[in-house]
């Protein structure tokens, strides 16, 4: 069984239409959320940095840090979100180290991408 | 989580001389380091993002994502760094919780640092 089974099951899922802001770069935020369907954007200053989707972790930074907003989450198709508190999410890191190292992708791909942008960036000499 | 008591009295320690290359952007990878001694300087196309000094890891990346590096690691001063490869980044993971959150945060730190620079 895969863990993103347990998800499948979860009792606080969410439905956001398309065009919803999920997070705001300067909003506050104490949950994040695996994306069960649908697509989300995630922009910086207005410019488009990835689309996630289907098994995606999205408003890590905010629980794992406390660090308010730093990105805008944006649903481009109807989302369907299982919602995670802080507590559940150090459950899960605990309890499941097929969850940590999942969480632990996530992150590294979103740093990928943003670095990425920042070398595209230094080669055209912004 | 300390790493730097973790980590120091490791049996697989090794030493870089300032100016030597630790690794390469682009590079493939099998290997995290936690910094015990001296500092490291982190880089993406010559340009500098950050120094690592003592307690701090680097290289993590390539063993989240079995993927290539993501920058350069340069010693900025004589060093020695703790080397922990994919099996023993995997146990710690599955044995220590607070390893993988130590990772985590040290991973948002540098997202945030990277939106700095957009």
């Known amino acids: 069984m895969s863990f993103l089974d347990i998800f499948q099951d979860w009792k606080d899922v969410e439905t956001r239409p398309a065009g919803t802001t999920i997070f705001s770069e300067t909003g506050k935020a104490d949950v994040l959320y695996v994306i069960l369907a ?4 995630i922009s910086l200053h ?13 408003g890590e930074m905010a629980v ?16 369907k979100l299982a919602r995670l508190d802080r507590e559940q999410f150090n459950h899960l890191i ?3 180290p097929s969850f940590a190292h999942y969480a632990l992708a996530a992150m590294a791909n979103r740093l990928r991408v943003v670095n990425a942008f920042i070398s595209a960036q230094l080669e055209f000499g912004e | ?8 009295g490791s049996n697989d320690l090794v030493g870089f001389a300032a100016g030597t290359v630790i690794f390469q952007e682009n590079s493939e990878g099998g290997h995290m380091y936690v910094v015990i001694k001296g500092e490291v300087v982190v880089s993406l196309k010559g340009k500098q993002l950050a120094v690592a000094g003592a307690g701090e890891i680097v290289g993590e990346m390539a063993l989240i994502s079995a993927d290539i590096r993501s920058a350069t690691v340069t010693a900025k001063t004589d060093c ?11 146990s710690l993971i599955r044995h220590m919780p ?6 985590m945060n040290v991973l948002v730190e540098r997202i945030h640092n990277a939106y700095e620079r957009i």
């Open chain 2, 98 to 103: 607070e390893f993988s959150m130590h990772v």
């Open chain 1, 64 to 79: 794992i840090a406390s660090a308010s907003g730093s990105q805008t989450v944006t649903a481009i198709s109807e989302v």
């Open chain 1, 38 to 41: 649908g697509d989300v954007e």
């Open chain 2, 1 to 8: 989580m300390d790493l730097l008591e973790t980590f120091q």
């Open chain 2, 80 to 90: 020695t760094l703790a080397v922990i490869d994919q099996s023993s980044f995997e």
């Open chain 1, 94 to 96: 605990a309890t499941d």
């Open chain 1, 46 to 58: 207005g410019q488009v940095l990835s689309t996630e989707t289907k098994d995606s972790i999205i």
